[in-house]
């Protein structure tokens, strides 16, 4: 474990970032990597901001913007409620899974709300505010409550489930949330 890495960044906010395991980095964003047996990795990549500076399709008109942005949300989320049973939302409180709960809501779909509850959620307000939204879209509503102090135990937290969350997450990040 690279304990450097785990206290001083946080391994989304730099290119080539560290992970939290010694000698391996996170795939910059806009990139892909080949691994082939007896090779050197080689990474490329696949799209860069600097390409697009300067041709924005819309100009300066942020209403064009904000609508293409709606439209593709709404587009990218009711494609993934396709023949699915009742969902399960990670309501935060927060402006992301508020606005995606509002448009699976609004897509009529069976959809329960769940939010972790522990001391820095209550105090921030962050379980209030979930509440409120799925009360708004008459959503059943399931807080679950984390103590941090007896967690690791409660969930009989060992090497193997580390391995299990790290697959699931597809990254070695460590987060209660998660």
Partial sequence: TDWEAIHHSHPLAL????????????????SWCTISPGRPLVCKKYWNIEDYVGTAPMGLNV?????????????ATVE?????GTIGIH?????????????VA???????????V??????VGDVDAACN????????WQPVLFDYRTLMDDLQFDLAKLEEVVWM??????DLEW
């Fill in 15 to 30: 290119p080539n970032a560290p992970s939290y395991v010694k000698g391996i980095n996170f795939v910059p964003g806009g």
């Fill in 169 to 174: 997450m597809d990254s070695p990040l460590f």
């Fill in 80 to 84: 993934h409620l396709q023949g699915r």
């Fill in 63 to 75: 209403d064009q913007y904000q609508a293409r942005y709606d439209e593709l949300l709404q587009a």
């Fill in 106 to 116: 609004d897509q009529g779909c069976e959809a329960v709300c769940f939010s972790i």
């Fill in 133 to 140: 939204v799925a009360k708004k879209f008459h959503l059943p």
């Fill in 118 to 123: 522990e001391r820095s959620s209550l105090r």
């Fill in 91 to 103: 309501l935060s409180g927060g402006v992301d899974s508020s606005l995606l709960t509002a448009i």
